[in-house]
Each structure stands twice: as structure tokens, then as C-alpha cells.
């Protein structure tokens, strides 16, 4: 069972915003920044978000990220078909001295 | 163009030993971590540990401390991820990931592997 846990599965229509969340502890969200990657259906992940709110060269300005206190957010709004994919949130946790990442949201464009 | 070109599909016996192999190239090797993420079948994504080939300073996750051995070769330009006994239960797909420029405490990593499917099975 992951340390930071996430919804497993979102879903909205085309053209609609959705959010995905992300909940941790002092020890990783509360105290370091969050990532987010993205992983489309048999590729590697790929990164959305990193500090929180920024953005890679690249990503749409679709994908948005949030912190308050020891849970994260991601936001896309203009949601598109290709948009249909895994959602990793990840933060560096002190207590284990490296990375964790959260059990994936499903996103599903209907 | 920087990028991380792993080894091909295993299939193997449990016990058997394995090593697969993650190649960094476009950049200057010595100066990325490269790390290991491990993802069962169907499951999530696991963070195992991670290497400086500069000085091959290592770290494990305590999940898979003992478990595995992450090795870096400069004059090939390339990071290992090793097994010395296999098991059913290492089969899933790894990654190799760097964060490139960005800070290995940043968890942000920015470069992937394609993957490296293991699958152990009698």
C-alpha cells in the first residue's frame, strides 16, 4: 500500500475540467514538492508537473498542479481523448530518504 | 537528444540470475542520476533506487535494499539493475528514469527508458 494514496479512477467528457488528488503526509507532500506524471496505455510515464506548478517544455498549459498542506492536485481542463491515460502523483519522503509515488489514477474520457 | 535505451525482454527461471541494462546517451553521463522503477503487472509505479555515475553513489529504496544491485559502467555509458535470484515475483516491467537536470530530490524525472519486461516463471 503506497504511503501517498490517490483516487483510482477519475472520468469526464470532452471539453470538460476534471481533478485528480493526491494525499500524503508531513514526511513527503507536506514537506517537499509534488510531481505528476502521466502514463498513456503501454508507454513509460512521462512528466506533467514538477515544484508543484510547473510545467516541463512541452506540456500543454491544459495540465496545472496544486499543493495545500499535505495533499496535491491536478487539474486539466479542455479535457481530450488522448487525455485518457494514468495519473502518478510522486514527492520525496523523508522519513524513507527517497521517492514515493501514489497508487495511479485511471482517467477516463467518456 | 538525450535519452535512456534499455535492454530487451527477459524470461527466466526462478533462481536464475539477470542483469539488464539501461544506456544514457546525448549527454554527459557522469552527470545525471539514473534511477530504477519497478511496475507490476497491472500495478502502480515503485521507486527501488538509484545511482550517480560520477561516483557511483548509490541508494536503495528499503523495499528493495538486499533485493537487487545497481551498478554504473562510465566507459560504456550505461547503469545496471541485477538479480542474483529470481524470483515469480519480480515479474513486471523497469524503468530506468533521470531527472536530468533537475535535482534528484526534486523527483522530477524527465527522461525514461522505453522499459524492460522480466518475466520469471517455471
Known amino acids: 500500500q503506497s504511503v501517498v494514496t490517490q483516487s483510482p479512477s477519475a472520468s469526464g467528457t470532452p471539453g470538460q475540467r476534471v481533478t485528480i488528488s493526491c494525499s500524503g503526509s508531513?514526511?513527503?507532500?507536506?514537506?517537499?514538492?509534488v510531481t505528476w506524471y502521466q502514463q498513456l496505455p503501454g508507454a513509460a510515464p512521462k512528466l506533467l508537473i514538477y515544484g508543484n506548478t510547473q510545467r516541463p517544455s512541452g506540456v500543454p498549459d491544459r495540465f496545472s498542479g496544486s499543493r495545500s498542506g499535505t495533499s496535491a492536485s491536478l487539474g486539466i481542463s479542455g479535457l481530450q481523448s488522448e487525455d485518457e491515460a494514468e495519473y502518478y502523483c510522486a514527492a520525496w519522503d523523508d522519513s524513507l530518504s527517497g521517492p514515493v509515488f501514489g497508487g495511479g489514477t485511471k482517467l477516463t474520457v467518456l | 537528444e538525450v535519452q535512456l535505451v534499455q535492454s530487451g525482454a527477459e524470461v527466466k527461471k526462478p533462481g536464475e540470475s539477470l542483469k539488464i541494462s539501461c544506456k544514457g546517451s546525448g549527454y554527459r553521463f557522469t552527470s545525471y542520476w539514473i534511477g530504477w522503477v519497478r511496475q507490476m503487472p497491472g500495478k502502480g509505479l515503485e521507486w527501488m533506487g538509484i545511482i550517480y555515475p560520477g561516483d557511483s553513489d548509490t541508494r536503495y529504496s528499503p523495499s528493495f535494499q538486499g533485493q537487487v544491485t545497481i551498478s554504473a559502467d562510465k566507459s560504456t555509458s550505461t547503469v545496471y539493475l541485477q538479480w542474483s535470484s529470481l524470483k515469480a515475483s519480480d515479474t513486471a516491467i523497469y524503468y530506468c528514469?533521470?531527472?536530468?537536470?533537475?535535482?534528484?530530490?526534486?523527483?522530477?524525472?524527465?527522461?525514461w527508458g522505453q522499459g524492460t519486461m522480466v518475466i520469471v516463471s517455471s
Open positions: 528514469a533521470s531527472p536530468g537536470g533537475y535535482s534528484y530530490g526534486s523527483v522530477a524525472f524527465e527522461i
Open positions: 508531513s514526511s513527503n507532500i507536506g514537506s517537499n514538492p
